[in-house]
C-alpha cells in the first residue's frame, strides 16, 4: 500500500491530464516494445536452435561412419575359447610365420638369405613378387592344426611345416620346421633366421610384454600366454655359427630392415651385433632374432612351448610321425569332400586342387587395428574402431589383407572344407559393419598391411559399395548344408546373430545404391579426372570394365541390379531357416525378377544382348598434351571426339552384359537366355580356349590402356571367379526343364574343361596360381600367387557349385 501511494504523489506533481495521458502513453509504447523484443528474441532462440540442432546433427552424421551396429555381436568367442585354432600361420604376407588369435599376440617369422648375398634384396621375408621365387606355397593347410609349404629359392629348395598342440590355459604348443636342400643335393650354406617379435602400435600391455634371450633360446612373457619358451633344435645337419641380438624395432612393417642393421659389418654378414637403440632411455627389446649358419642339407625344428602344459612339445622323429600321419589324413579328407580321384583326376591334377584349396586356407590371416574412412559429412578422414578380423586374402605377395567381395567367393571353397572357419570369417566382416549398415570393402588392420598399400586406397567411404558375394555365400551354405542350421545347432545361432546385421547391409543397398529410375540401381564411387579412358567403377569390383563414357546420376548399372536380385533372394533363403518373415524379400526378388522391367532398362533389340545406360559415347581416345611450359613434361588425357547422349552401352559386351545369366536371374523358358548362350559360344565374342574372357574382343576398349600408367585389367582377360558364376548357372540350368537345357549342359561341359586345363597348365609351368589368364594365350598375368578366387578352381573340378 504505501509504495502505490509514493507512485501516486509523484505522478500528480506533473499534473492530472498531462500526467495521465502521458504515462498511458508510455504505457502502451513499452509494451510495443517488449512485444517487438519478444518477437526478436524469439528469431534470435529459434536460429540459435536450429543452429544447435544443425551443428548438432552435423556432429550426429560426422559420427555415424565411424560407429558400430548397435545390436549383438556375431563372433561370440575366439582366441583361447577356441583352442584348435588358437596358434595358426596367420601371417599370409610372410614367407613362414605364427600368431595366435589375439590382438596382442606376439608374432614369429622367418627369414633366410644366401651367404653370397651381400645386400638386403636378399634376405627373404615378406612375399614380394620382386623375388621372383620360382614357387611358394602350401601343399596342405588344414586351417586348424597343421600346415606343409614347399618354397623355391635356387640354389635352395625349402619346405616349412607346422603343427599345432592346443591344451593347458595358455594356448599349447606348437613346433615349425623349416627343411633345407640344395639343388644336386649339394652342401651350400644359408642363413637362417627366427624371431619373435611384440606389436607395440596398441599400445603398452599391463604387465608389460617383454622377450630376451638366455641361453641361445628365445623366452617371453604376455598377460594372455605368462611365460613361454622358443628353442631352435636342428634335427639334422650342421650348424656352422649362432649368434642373436635383443633389440627394439619401431615396427612389425621394418623388421627386415632392422635385422640389416644389426648385422656386423665384416663384409660377409654373418653375425649379429648388439642393437645401439638400446642405449636410448626408455626403449626396451621388442624384436629378437636368432640367426644360424648352416650347411645343407638341413633340418631345423623351431619349437615353441608354455609351462602350463605336461604334454612336451613334437620334436624330431616324433614330430616327423606326427606330420606325416596329418598329412594323409588330409588327403583321405581331401578326397571325401571333392571325390576328385573318383573323377578320373590324375594324382598329379589332384595335388594341384589340394595345393589350391590349401593356398586359400593358408592364407587365412588374423588381424586387428582400425582402418579410415570418411563420409560426406566428415571434413577428414577418421579412424574406424579397433576390431579383429578373421579373413582370408587375395594374394600373399601383393593383397595380403582383407577384401568384402573376394571373401564372398573364398567361402565358397573354405565352407565345402570346413563351414566353421567359413562362418567364423563371415562373423569377423559383419561385425565390422557400422549402424548405416555399411561394411568398409578393404580392410587395412595393423602396421604390416598398411605399409603395403598405396596412400591413395587407405581411405574407405561410406558411399563405396562392394558386391555383396558374402550375403550370397551365406544363402549357398543355408541351401546345400540345411541340416547345419537344425534348431539348437551353434551354426544356426551363429546365423541367427547375423540376421539384423544382414538386414540392415540389404538396406544400405536399398537405399543408397538406387538408381533415378524404379528397380534400377547404380554404382556410386564413379569419378571423371579427366585422363581416363572410360572412368572406372572400383566399388563394382570390376575396377576398368568399360561402363557409361560420362559418369552421371542417369545410369543404370545391369550387374548391380542383379546382384540387388541375388541379395533379395539370399536373404529370402536366411529367413526361411531361421523362421523369420521373408515375404519383404521375396516381394524385391519377384519385382526384379520379372523380366520384363529387367528388358525395359536393359535389353538392346539390336544387339540383342543387356547392358548398362548412361551418358555415353564411344568417341573417345587418349592424346598426349603438350604443357603450355615447355620445360613441363607433355600429360596423356582423354579427347572426346563425338559428344556423349544417353543410351544404352552396347559396344561393352562383356561379363557385366552375362549378370542376367550369371546370377540366374533369367526363367529357364527365357527366350533372352537362348540369345545369352549363343553369344556366350561365339570365339570373336567371349570365348577362348582358356575360359570366358571379360570384354568382347570386338569392343572398343578391348585391352585398351585406361591411362597411360594403367594398363588393361577388366577389358580381355579371364577370371576364374566369372567364370566360376558361368559353370554355376550353366549347370544350373541344366538342370531344370526349358528349351535351353541341353545347350547349356553342352556349354559348361565345354568351358570347364577349358578353364581346369589351363589353370593347371600353368600351375605346372610356372608354379603358381594367377590373378587372371591371357585370353589370347592362356598365359598368368596380374599378380602371383593369386589363391583367392582362382583357387576356386578346386570346385570347378569337383563341379560343386
Same mark, same amino acid.
Given at each position: 500500500m504505501v509504495r502505490?501511494?509514493?507512485?501516486?504523489?509523484?505522478?500528480?506533481?506533473?499534473?492530472?491530464?498531462?500526467?495521465?495521458?502521458?504515462s498511458?502513453?508510455s504505457?502502451?509504447?513499452?509494451?510495443?516494445?517488449?512485444?517487438?523484443?519478444?518477437?526478436?528474441?524469439?528469431?534470435?532462440?529459434?536460429?540459435c536452435?536450429?543452429?544447435a540442432?544443425?551443428v548438432?546433427?552435423?556432429?550426429?552424421?560426422?559420427?555415424r561412419?565411424?560407429?558400430?551396429?548397435?545390436?549383438?555381436?556375431?563372433v561370440?568367442?575366439?582366441?583361447?575359447?577356441?583352442?584348435?585354432?588358437?596358434?595358426?600361420?596367420?601371417?599370409?604376407?610372410?614367407?613362414?610365420?605364427?600368431?595366435?588369435?589375439e590382438?596382442r599376440?606376439p608374432?614369429?617369422?622367418?627369414?633366410?638369405?644366401?651367404?653370397?648375398?651381400?645386400t638386403?634384396k636378399?634376405?627373404r621375408?615378406?612375399?614380394?613378387q620382386?623375388?621372383?621365387?620360382?614357387?611358394?606355397?602350401?601343399?596342405r593347410h588344414?586351417?586348424v592344426?597343421?600346415? +606343409?609349404q614347399? *618354397?623355391?629359392?635356387?640354389?635352395h629348395?625349402?619346405?616349412?611345416?607346422?603343427?599345432?598342440?592346443?591344451?593347458?590355459?595358455?594356448?599349447?604348443?606348437?613346433t615349425?620346421?623349416v627343411?633345407?636342400?640344395?639343388?644336386?643335393n649339394?652342401?651350400?650354406? *644359408?642363413a637362417?633366421?627366427?624371431y619373435g617379435?611384440?606389436?607395440?602400435s596398441?599400445?603398452?600391455?599391463?604387465?608389460p610384454?617383454?622377450?630376451?634371450?638366455e641361453?641361445?633360446?628365445l623366452?617371453?612373457?604376455t598377460?594372455q600366454?605368462?611365460?613361454?619358451?622358443v628353442?631352435?633344435?636342428?634335427h639334422?645337419?650342421k650348424?656352422?655359427?649362432?649368434?642373436y641380438?635383443e633389440?627394439?624395432?619401431?615396427?612389425?612393417?621394418?623388421l627386415?630392415?632392422?635385422?640389416?642393421?644389426?648385422?656386423?659389418?665384416?663384409?660377409r654378414?654373418t653375425?649379429?651385433?648388439?642393437?645401439p637403440?638400446?642405449?636410448q632411455?626408455? *626403449?626396451?627389446?621388442?624384436?629378437?632374432?636368432?640367426?644360424?649358419?648352416?650347411?645343407?642339407?638341413?633340418?631345423?625344428?623351431?619349437?615353441?612351448?608354455?609351462?602350463?602344459?605336461?604334454?612336451p612339445?613334437?620334436?624330431?622323429?616324433?614330430?616327423?610321425?606326427?606330420?606325416?600321419s596329418?598329412?594323409?589324413?588330409?588327403?583321405?579328407?581331401f578326397e571325401?569332400k571333392?571325390?576328385?580321384?573318383?573323377k578320373?583326376?590324375? +594324382?598329379?591334377?589332384?595335388?594341384?586342387?589340394?595345393a589350391?584349396m590349401?593356398n586359400?586356407?593358408?592364407?587365412?590371416?588374423y !588381424?586387428?587395428?582400425?582402418?579410415?574412412v570418411?563420409?560426406?559429412?566428415t571434413?577428414?578422414?577418421?579412424?574406424?574402431w579397433r576390431?579383429?578380423?578373421?579373413?582370408?586374402v587375395?594374394?600373399?605377395s601383393?593383397?595380403?589383407?582383407?577384401?568384402?567381395w573376394d571373401?564372398?567367393?573364398?567361402g565358397l571353397?573354405?565352407?565345402?572344407?570346413d563351414?566353421?572357419?567359413?562362418?567364423?570369417?563371415?562373423?569377423?566382416?559383419l561385425?565390422l559393419?557400422?549402424?548405416?549398415?555399411?561394411?568398409?570393402?578393404?580392410?587395412?588392420?595393423?602396421? +604390416?598391411?598398411?605399409?603395403?598399400?598405396?596412400?591413395?586406397f587407405?581411405?574407405?567411404?561410406n558411399?563405396?559399395?562392394?558386391?555383396?558375394?558374402?550375403?550370397?555365400?551365406l544363402?549357398h551354405?543355408?541351401?546345400?548344408?540345411?541340416?547345419?542350421?537344425?534348431p539348437?545347432?551353434?551354426?544356426?545361432q551363429?546365423?541367427?546373430?547375423?540376421?539384423t546385421?544382414?538386414?540392415?547391409?540389404?538396406?544400405?543397398?536399398?537405399?543408397t545404391?538406387?538408381g +533415378?529410375?524404379?528397380?534400377?540401381?547404380?554404382?556410386?564411387?564413379?569419378e571423371d579426372?579427366?585422363?581416363?579412358?572410360?572412368?572406372k567403377?572400383?566399388?563394382?569390383?570390376?575396377d576398368d570394365?568399360?561402363r557409361?563414357?560420362h559418369?552421371?546420376?542417369i545410369?543404370?548399372?545391369?550387374?548391380?541390379r542383379?546382384w540387388?536380385y541375388?541379395v533379395a533372394?539370399s536373404?529370402?533363403?536366411?529367413?526361411?531357416?531361421?523362421?523369420?518373415?521373408?515375404?519383404?524379400?521375396?516381394?524385391i526378388?519377384?519385382q526384379?525378377?520379372?523380366?520384363?522391367?529387367?528388358n525395359?532398362?536393359h535389353?538392346?533389340p539390336?544387339t540383342?544382348?543387356?547392358?548398362d545406360y548412361?551418358?555415353?559415347?564411344?568417341?573417345?581416345?587418349?592424346?598426349?598434351k603438350?604443357?603450355?611450359?615447355?620445360?613441363?613434361?607433355?600429360?596423356?588425357?582423354r579427347?572426346?571426339?563425338?559428344?556423349p547422349?544417353?543410351?544404352?552401352?552396347?559396344?561393352a559386351?562383356?561379363?557385366v552384359?552375362?549378370?542376367p545369366?550369371?546370377?540366374?536371374v533369367?526363367?529357364?523358358?527365357?527366350?533372352?537366355?537362348?540369345s545369352?548362350l549363343?553369344s556366350l559360344?561365339?570365339p570373336?565374342?567371349?570365348?577362348?580356349?582358356?575360359g570366358?574372357?571379360?570384354?568382347s574382343?570386338?569392343s572398343?576398349? !578391348?585391352?585398351k590402356r585406361?591411362?597411360?600408367h594403367d594398363?588393361?585389367?577388366?577389358r580381355g582377360?579371364?577370371w576364374v571367379?566369372?567364370n566360376y558364376?558361368?559353370?554355376?548357372?550353366?549347370?544350373?540350368?541344366?538342370a531344370?526343364?526349358?528349351?535351353?537345357?541341353?545347350?547349356a549342359?553342352?556349354?559348361?561341359?565345354?568351358l570347364?574343361?577349358?578353364?581346369?586345363?589351363?589353370?593347371?597348365?600353368?600351375?605346372r609351368?610356372?608354379?603358381y596360381?594367377?590373378?587372371?589368364?591371357?585370353?589370347?594365350?592362356?598365359?598368368?598375368?596380374?599378380?602371383?600367387?593369386?589363391t583367392?578366387?582362382?583357387?576356386?578352381?578346386?570346385?570347378?573340378?569337383?563341379e560343386?557349385?
Amino acid at each position: 500500500m504505501v509504495r502505490h501511494k509514493k507512485v501516486v504523489t509523484v505522478q500528480h506533481k506533473h499534473g492530472n491530464n498531462e500526467t495521465s495521458s502521458s504515462s498511458s502513453a508510455s504505457e502502451t509504447s513499452n509494451s510495443s516494445n517488449f512485444k517487438i523484443l519478444s518477437f526478436w528474441k524469439s528469431i534470435v532462440g529459434f536460429i540459435c536452435f536450429t543452429i544447435a540442432v544443425y551443428v548438432g546433427s552435423l556432429g550426429y552424421l560426422e559420427t555415424r561412419v565411424n560407429t558400430p551396429f548397435a545390436d549383438e555381436k556375431v563372433v561370440q568367442e575366439s582366441g583361447l575359447a577356441i583352442p584348435e585354432r588358437y596358434w595358426g600361420s596367420y601371417r599370409p604376407g610372410v614367407y613362414m610365420g605364427m600368431k595366435s588369435r589375439e590382438p596382442r599376440s606376439p608374432v614369429f617369422g622367418l627369414m633366410w638369405y644366401d651367404l653370397t648375398a651381400t645386400t638386403r634384396k636378399g634376405i627373404r621375408h615378406w612375399c614380394d613378387q620382386a623375388d621372383n621365387l620360382p614357387t611358394y606355397g602350401w601343399l596342405r593347410h588344414d586351417g586348424v592344426t597343421f600346415g +606343409e609349404q614347399r *618354397i623355391l629359392d635356387p640354389p635352395h629348395n625349402m619346405t616349412t611345416s607346422f603343427v599345432t598342440t592346443p591344451g593347458g590355459e595358455h594356448g599349447g604348443h606348437w613346433t615349425v620346421r623349416v627343411s633345407v636342400n640344395a639343388d644336386n643335393n649339394a652342401n651350400i650354406p *644359408i642363413a637362417l633366421v627366427w624371431y619373435g617379435a611384440l606389436d607395440e602400435s596398441l599400445g603398452p600391455t599391463t604387465p608389460p610384454s617383454r622377450l630376451w634371450v638366455e641361453n641361445g633360446e628365445l623366452l617371453g612373457h604376455t598377460p594372455q600366454l605368462r611365460n613361454f619358451k622358443v628353442r631352435l633344435l636342428a634335427h639334422k645337419g650342421k650348424v656352422i655359427h649362432k649368434s642373436y641380438s635383443e633389440a627394439h624395432a619401431p615396427g612389425l612393417h621394418v623388421l627386415k630392415e632392422k635385422y640389416f642393421s644389426l648385422l656386423k659389418p665384416d663384409g660377409r654378414l654373418t653375425a649379429l651385433g648388439p642393437d645401439p637403440d638400446l642405449d636410448q632411455k626408455g *626403449i626396451e627389446v621388442n624384436f629378437v632374432p636368432i640367426q644360424l649358419l648352416v650347411e645343407t642339407p638341413f633340418d631345423l625344428d623351431i619349437v615353441y612351448s608354455t609351462e602350463d602344459l605336461p604334454t612336451p612339445p613334437l620334436k624330431g622323429d616324433e614330430y616327423t610321425r606326427t606330420l606325416e600321419s596329418k598329412k594323409k589324413s588330409f588327403d583321405d579328407e581331401f578326397e571325401v569332400k571333392f571325390r576328385l580321384a573318383e573323377k578320373g583326376y590324375t +594324382e598329379s591334377e589332384v595335388g594341384i586342387a589340394r595345393a589350391a584349396m590349401s593356398n586359400m586356407i593358408g592364407g587365412i590371416g588374423y !588381424f586387428y587395428g582400425a582402418g579410415r574412412v570418411r563420409s560426406s559429412h566428415t571434413r577428414e578422414p577418421v579412424p574406424y574402431w579397433r576390431a579383429p578380423l578373421y579373413t582370408a586374402v587375395p594374394s600373399r605377395s601383393f593383397f595380403p589383407r582383407g577384401f568384402l567381395w573376394d571373401e564372398g567367393f573364398h567361402g565358397l571353397l573354405i565352407g565345402r572344407w570346413d563351414p566353421e572357419i567359413q562362418l567364423d570369417i563371415a562373423a569377423h566382416w559383419l561385425d565390422l559393419i557400422n549402424v548405416e549398415g555399411w561394411i568398409p570393402r578393404e580392410q587395412i588392420l595393423g602396421v +604390416e598391411a598398411l605399409a603395403r598399400v598405396p596412400k591413395e586406397f587407405v581411405v574407405q567411404n561410406n558411399a563405396a559399395a562392394n558386391p555383396p558375394m558374402l550375403l550370397l555365400q551365406l544363402a549357398h551354405l543355408v541351401r546345400t548344408r540345411p541340416r547345419l542350421f537344425d534348431p539348437e545347432t551353434h551354426y544356426r545361432q551363429t546365423l541367427d546373430r547375423m540376421f539384423t546385421r544382414l538386414q540392415a547391409w540389404y538396406q544400405w543397398f536399398q537405399t543408397t545404391q538406387k538408381g +533415378e529410375e524404379p528397380t534400377s540401381y547404380r554404382w556410386r564411387g564413379r569419378e571423371d579426372t579427366g585422363d581416363q579412358l572410360n572412368p572406372k567403377t572400383l566399388t563394382s569390383g570390376l575396377d576398368d570394365y568399360p561402363r557409361a563414357s560420362h559418369p552421371s546420376e542417369i545410369e543404370r548399372h545391369v550387374d548391380l541390379r542383379c546382384w540387388m536380385y541375388s541379395v533379395a533372394d539370399s536373404m529370402a533363403v536366411i529367413a526361411d531357416v531361421l523362421q523369420r518373415d521373408s515375404s519383404k524379400f521375396e516381394a524385391i526378388r519377384d519385382q526384379l525378377g520379372d523380366e520384363e522391367l529387367l528388358n525395359e532398362l536393359h535389353w538392346s533389340p539390336h544387339t540383342q544382348t543387356y547392358a548398362d545406360y548412361g551418358l555415353h559415347t564411344d568417341g573417345v581416345r587418349l592424346v598426349r598434351k603438350q604443357p603450355k611450359n615447355p620445360r613441363d613434361q607433355p600429360t596423356v588425357v582423354r579427347s572426346v571426339s563425338v559428344p556423349p547422349e544417353p543410351r544404352l552401352v552396347t559396344s561393352a559386351f562383356g561379363y557385366v552384359s552375362l549378370f542376367p545369366l550369371l546370377l540366374k536371374v533369367l526363367a529357364p523358358s527365357s527366350a533372352k537366355l537362348g540369345s545369352m548362350l549363343a553369344s556366350l559360344d561365339k570365339p570373336d565374342l567371349l570365348w577362348s580356349p582358356y575360359g570366358l574372357r571379360s570384354l568382347s574382343k570386338s569392343s572398343p576398349l !578391348f585391352m585398351k590402356r585406361n591411362t597411360e600408367h594403367d594398363p588393361p585389367y577388366w577389358r580381355g582377360q579371364v577370371w576364374v571367379n566369372i567364370n566360376y558364376l558361368a559353370l554355376s548357372a550353366l549347370k544350373h540350368y541344366a538342370a531344370v526343364p526349358g528349351p535351353h537345357r541341353e545347350r547349356a549342359g553342352q556349354l559348361h561341359k565345354r568351358l570347364s574343361a577349358n578353364v581346369v586345363r589351363n589353370i593347371l597348365s600353368e600351375y605346372r609351368r610356372t608354379g603358381y596360381l594367377w590373378e587372371q589368364y591371357s585370353s589370347s594365350d592362356g598365359r598368368g598375368s596380374g599378380c602371383r600367387p593369386f589363391t583367392g578366387w582362382t583357387a576356386l578352381v578346386t570346385l570347378i573340378m569337383a563341379e560343386e557349385y
